[in-house]
């Protein structure tokens, strides 16, 4: 396959390079060098993405090669595949050629090919925004220079003004007000808010306002896996410290020493792996797994919540000391349904990004559309209205206006906040039976003719009426076809 990322082994035994290429084929473009000069031909006719190399090799050592690749090619990601272990040979190839990862011999098959694919997805990213490079420079005074470039870059997006999407006098005017205040400020922050508000975004809003900005920023789901497993992921582990641990893993607190740890889902956490992430934000160090020595890391910690962890601390689920660690300042983001007129501009930028994530082109929504997207209360939050916008997007025409046909049966409704049925809707009305009959009555006609493009033949049809019947209804109701309004100006966004 034409499109399967390309990977340059290097080997002066040529049964090591085909047995390397019988294992990898299937998931990357094989190319093999068995000398130093065939190595350096293929870098320079082909863009390669990860080198894998021997550390034996007869012109030179495999640290010596890959620090001219460092020079020449700073994209490349680099490897280091050797039957030796000299401590000397790794902590030169660390520090003079920029290695990535040092694989050792005997390999486990399942073990090289996940790595490979990690070093494929880190030149993806340093292809695209330079945030994850690892110090990869053709030279000092130039990389340092393309470097601070792709960082002011990705500052500026995440500042608090430019990241969140809002409308005029949005609720989230409050939230920015406070992110300004709080970002200078190396204290830790609590993010509340439902599900799908876009905690996250507060986060990285936090950290590229901070004075870490420059440092890295990373994200763990504390909802997605078990304790060992989490413990493992955010302090390290040491290779055979449990089963599968088959190679030093560096923890998420490690990496990001200088920047910021987002903890998302904290409330979800158990008694027992609360307390050892107290010790770490009180003593500032942390212990990998299967590891006697603590090591120091300075890092900032925003952690995220849905759960109202101030009950959970009442209830004896959350540990109060860990609580007012992680809450020195809290930020709540308020769910979608209460800052409706952010709806439309949140609307019209997610629409921007899905046409260009799904190679589909529209002109937008039309005004109906936008009414009932303003009227559903979106339970999921941003997320949701993002879901459903690409639902529109996939089934409404190319280069056409996306109606509101298109919209789920749910949003066309604009049920209740409680997504109650219709028997239980109709008990919430207010106003005698026969008024809350005819509000139930006119939500069904409504629905039925959007639906139906608001063709009245097929609407009474559907609904069991003469087209008298319904023009009468629909008299008695006020209920007519939105006409399309004035452009609305755009706001500043989140998502």
Same mark, same amino acid.
């Given at each position: 396959m034409t499109d399967l990322p390309l990977v340059l082994v290097i080997d002066d035994e040529l049964r090591s390079v085909e047995a390397l290429e019988r294992i990898l084929e299937e998931d990357f473009q094989i190319r093999k060098a068995v000398t130093i000069r065939e190595a350096e031909a293929i870098l320079e006719d082909e863009i390669i993405q990860v080198v894998l190399c021997d550390q034996r090799m007869p012109e030179m050592t495999g640290v010596e090669f890959l620090k001219?690749?460092?020079?020449?090619?700073?994209?490349?990601?680099?490897?280091?595949?050797?039957?030796? !272990?000299?401590?000397?040979?790794?902590?030169?190839?660390?520090?003079?050629?920029?290695? *990535? %990862?040092?694989v050792t011999k005997p390999w486990q098959p399942e073990s090289l090919i996940l790595s490979l694919r990690n070093a494929v997805r880190l030149y993806e990213l340093?292809?695209?925004? #330079?945030?994850?490079?690892?110090?990869? $420079?053709?030279?000092?005074?130039? +990389?340092?220079?393309?470097?601070?470039?792709?960082?002011?870059?990705?500052?500026? /997006? *995440?500042?608090?003004d430019d990241g969140i999407i809002?409308?005029?006098?949005?609720?989230?005017?409050?939230?920015?007000?406070?992110?300004?205040?709080?970002a200078p400020y190396?204290?830790?922050?609590?993010? !509340?808010?439902e599900s799908g508000t876009g905690k996250e975004l507060v986060a990285r809003a936090l950290h590229y306002n901070s004075l870490r900005w420059n440092k890295p920023f990373v994200v763990e789901n504390c909802a997605a896996m078990p304790d060992d497993l989490l413990e493992s992921e955010l302090f390290g582990h040491?290779?055979?410290?449990?089963?599968?641990?088959?190679?030093?893993?560096? #923890?998420l607190f490690e990496r990001a020493d200088g920047g910021t740890v987002f903890l998302d889902e904290i409330g979800e956490v158990s008694a027992a792996f609360q307390a050892k992430l107290l010790r770490v934000l009180q003593e500032g160090e942390i212990r990998p797994v299967g590891r006697g020595q603590s090591r120091k890391v300075d890092v900032r910690v925003v952690a995220a919540t849905n759960r109202d962890l101030e009950s959970e601390v009442r209830a004896?689920?959350?540990?109060?000391?860990?609580? *007012?660690?992680? =809450? !020195?300042?809290?930020? /709540?983001?308020?769910?979608?349904? @209460?800052?409706?007129?952010?709806?439309?501009?949140?609307?019209?930028t997610l629409l921007e990004k899905a046409?260009?994530?799904? +190679?589909?082109?529209?002109? #937008?929504?039309? =005004?109906? !559309?936008? +009414?009932?997207?303003?009227?559903? /209360?979106?339970?999921?939050?941003?997320? &949701?209205? %993002?879901?459903?916008?690409?639902?529109?997007?996939?089934?409404?025409?190319?280069? +056409? @206006?996306? #109606?509101?046909?298109?919209?789920?049966?749910?949003?066309?409704?604009?049920?209740?906040?409680? &997504?109650?049925?219709?028997?239980?809707?109709?008990?919430?009305l207010d106003g005698s039976l026969k008024e809350r009959l005819e509000s139930l009555e006119a939500r069904?006609?409504?629905?039925?003719?959007?639906?139906?493009?608001?063709?009245?033949? /097929?609407?009474? $049809? &559907?609904?069991?009426?003469?087209?008298?019947?319904?023009?009468?209804?629909? @008299?008695? *109701?006020?209920?007519e076809k939105i006409e399309p309004l004035e452009p609305q100006s755009r706001g500043k966004v989140a998502s």
């Open positions: 001219g690749v460092r020079t020449r090619w700073p994209d490349v990601v680099r490897m280091i595949i050797s039957g030796y !272990t000299d401590a000397q040979d790794i902590i030169s190839g660390i520090n003079d050629a920029g290695i *990535y %990862q040092y340093q292809r695209e925004n #330079g945030l994850l490079a690892v110090e990869l $420079k053709m030279s000092a005074s130039r +990389g340092e220079k393309v470097i601070a470039s792709r960082r002011r870059e990705l500052k500026a /997006h *995440y500042q608090c809002r409308a005029p006098n949005s609720p989230m005017d409050e939230v920015c007000a406070r992110l300004q205040r709080v190396d204290v830790s922050v609590l993010v !509340t808010g040491k290779r055979g410290a449990f089963t599968g641990a088959i190679e030093d893993h560096i #923890g004896g689920r959350f540990r109060e000391d860990l609580y *007012y660690r992680l =809450a !020195t300042v809290c930020i /709540h983001v308020p769910p979608l349904r @209460e800052r409706r007129a952010d709806i439309p501009v949140i609307a019209s046409q260009k994530q799904l +190679g589909k082109k529209v002109t #937008g929504f039309s =005004a109906e !559309t936008l +009414g009932c997207l303003s009227s559903y /209360h979106w339970p999921g939050n941003v997320r &949701e209205l %993002q879901n459903e916008i690409q639902h529109m997007l996939v089934m409404g025409p190319d280069g +056409g @206006e996306l #109606g509101a046909d298109l919209l789920s049966r749910r949003v066309l409704r604009a049920a209740p906040e409680d &997504e109650a049925d219709d028997i239980e809707m109709l008990v919430g069904i006609i409504k629905e039925t003719l959007i639906r139906h493009r608001w063709n009245k033949t /097929h609407a009474a $049809k &559907e609904l069991g009426l003469s087209r008298v019947g319904l023009r009468a209804k629909l @008299e008695r *109701y006020g209920l």
